[in-house]
């Protein structure tokens, strides 16, 4: 399959993407606002998988052309961002595009980190909201360390969830997070579940904050 990474040039985005070009087949692309920035980062991950003696292609694209081509278009963007990248795309996504949004709406303060969803629920609702009506839209990979995920040498024994509508839609995604190399995706239900899983990741980086090396923090359900 073509999987893009909209904001694939950070965070989540360079994780999943180094992570799925290294344990699988799946062609990687990546996608960012500037298209040159995101040709140099995947030619920085091709270094990165062939100094690993792995000889894989990853392009780089701009949002909408990343979009265009590909069959799971994951919106590795911050929460703020993704209506708005989401209607960038929209004249190029259609039935036959799964949409993943692993974005959460948090906020801080002295305290730490607090879920802040959208009006209308969780930011994966909203990414429905603002999709085109054919387009299935899949919450998932909210709770995952992203430099743990991009680290290839850091082996992991985690969990992540999948919400969404379309069950079909939710299988095919957890399948595709299953092919990385120590990770189990479960399936958490529709699309009204998705406020309890993306609230999951601002107690996980709490945890993360306020315990002596559990930077990386991640679940495991049992």
Avoid: C
């Amino acid at each position: 399959m073509r999987i893009a990474l909209l904001g694939g040039t950070g965070d989540i985005g360079e994780g999943l993407a180094l992570r799925w070009a290294y344990d699988t087949d799946h062609e990687v692309l990546i996608g960012s606002r500037d298209p040159e920035k995101a040709r140099a980062k995947a030619e920085e991950y091709e270094t990165e998988l062939d100094s690993r003696g792995l000889d894989r292609a990853v392009k780089g694209f701009d949002n909408e052309m990343a979009a265009d081509r590909a069959d799971i278009v994951v919106l590795a963007v911050p929460a703020y961002h993704i209506g708005d990248v989401v209607e960038g795309v929209a004249d190029v996504v259609d039935e036959d595009t799964i949409l993943v949004s692993p974005a959460v709406g948090m906020s801080r303060d002295d305290d730490g980190m607090h879920y802040n969803p959208p009006g209308v629920g969780s930011i994966t609702e909203l990414v429905q909201r603002r999709a085109p009506e054919d387009v299935r839209v899949v919450g998932a990979f909210h709770n995952l360390a992203a430099d743990r995920l991009a680290n290839l040498d850091v082996e992991f024994d985690l969990d992540t969830l999948v919400v969404g509508d379309d069950e079909d839609a939710r299988d095919l995604v957890a399948d595709l997070g299953a092919e990385i190399e120590g990770l189990r995706v479960l399936d958490a239900g529709p699309a009204a579940n998705a406020a309890e899983v993306e609230s999951v990741t601002p107690l996980v980086i709490n945890i993360a904050m306020n315990n002596d090396g559990m930077h990386d923090v991640g679940v495991r359900y049992l």
